[in-house]
Nanobody, 123 residues
């Protein structure tokens, strides 16, 4: 199993930037593909970005392409989400997730989840 802890959320003005981190426990972090998802109040959880086991492949939801960058440091057991040019519609709780066997956008295929970190973008 793996435990995930997100950090880095906060309040930022539109156009600003934040970097989220997700620290994973255990010694097998490189065995997991990682994803970021977000859930706005009253809405379903949605895919944001994913990165494969070695970090060589990434995948983004259309509205985040060119603004968000997912990366990972397997030596530090951490995955990051750099968010630039933030918009009010990016406001949500952001979750990281891990999967041993799946790299993609379906939240149902991820086995482990963090507790989430709040991102609020003011206009």
């Amino acid at each position: 199993q793996v435990q995930l802890v997100e950090s880095g959320g906060g309040l930022v003005q539109a156009g600003g930037s934040l970097r989220l981190s997700c620290a994973a426990s255990g010694r097998t972090f490189s065995s997991y593909a990682m994803g970021w998802f977000r859930q706005a109040p009253g809405k379903e959880r949605k895919f944001v970005a994913a990165i494969n086991w070695g970090g060589g492949s990434t995948y983004y939801e259309d509205s985040t392409k060119g603004r968000f960058t997912i990366s990972r440091d397997n030596a530090k057991n951490t995955v990051y989400l750099q968010m630039n040019s933030l918009k009010p519609e990016d406001t949500a709780v952001y979750y990281c997730a891990a999967s041993r066997s799946y790299f993609g956008a379906s939240d149902k295929r991820y086995n482990y989840w963090g507790q989430g970190t709040q991102v609020t973008v003011s206009s």
